[in-house]
């Protein structure tokens, strides 16, 4: 059974990086058919895609972050990573990482599993 | 940026109602919709895909409906594990984005 999980640390200090690993389980990272993705959600808030990435490296992020989002896959352990640099107390969230489908032939995608998520408090 | 909106923010129903959940895009998406469901503590739960594809393992008193802009998520007879917290998303182009929830609670 597919199941993520996400680690790290859960504690960032202001301006510092954000780091968090998906650990993957049931499936290979290295399918195709698949791509890997993370999302947050604020306390008390709705949910903020971050972005993806394919088997192949190859991401797409959303503008909002682009300029200090680094995701990154690692297909020989099978996790992928997520890294936030110069972060602020806006980025306090709970951070979810979860498997994008797409469905190639008529283009529909959506997330699913998602792992637990994990609480990351940016404070000094 | 699609905007997504839900209505209403929340709600209040009774065991065995019908349930309806509306979500508005600020642009056509097609049927590039998906609603999602999470309890307080939790994940968001995939429950609906591509607009009206219920998910594998999910009641069928779940449906969803609607193209375009306008969206529903429909739940026929109620039952008390349908608390939570209800979200639709688009994936019809990126940066993905969520509408802002619907908390569903239980008289």
């Known amino acids: 059974q597919l199941q993520l999980r996400e680690s790290g640390s859960g504690l960032v200090k202001p301006s510092q990086t954000l780091s968090l690993t998906c650990a993957v389980s049931?499936?290979?990272?290295?399918?195709?058919?698949?791509?890997w993705s993370w999302i947050r959600q604020p306390p008390g808030k709705g949910l903020e895609w971050i972005g993806y990435?394919?088997?192949?490296?190859?991401?797409n992020y959303n503008p909002s972050l682009r300029s200090r989002v680094t995701i990154s896959v690692d297909r020989s352990t099978n996790q992928f990573s997520l890294k936030l640099n110069s972060v602020t107390a806006a980025d306090t969230a709970v951070y979810y990482c979860?498997?994008?489908?797409?469905?190639?032939?008529?283009?529909?995608?959506?997330?699913?599993?998602w792992g637990q998520g994990i609480l990351v408090t940016v404070s000094s | 940026d699609i905007l997504m909106t839900q209505s209403p923010p929340s709600l209040s129903a009774s065991v065995g109602d019908r349930v309806t959940i509306t979500c508005r895009t600020s642009?056509?998406?097609?049927?590039?919709l998906n609603w999602y469901q999470q309890k307080p503590g939790k994940a968001p739960k995939l429950l609906i895909y591509?607009?009206?594809t219920l998910q594998s393992g999910v009641p069928s008193r779940f449906s969803g409906s609607g193209s375009g802009t306008d969206f529903t998520l429909t739940i026929t007879s109620l039952q008390p594990e349908d608390f939570g917290t209800y979200y639709c998303?688009?994936?019809?182009?990126?940066?993905?984005?969520f509408g802002q929830g619907t908390k569903l609670e239980i008289k």
């Open positions: 591509a607009e009206s």
């Open positions: 049931g499936v290979s990272v290295s399918s195709g058919a698949y791509s």
């Open positions: 990435i394919y088997q192949s490296g190859s991401t």
């Open positions: 998303q688009q994936s019809y182009n990126t940066p993905y984005t």
């Open positions: 642009q056509s998406i097609s049927s590039y």
């Open positions: 979860a498997r994008r489908i797409d469905m190639a032939t008529i283009g529909y995608k959506w997330f699913d599993p």
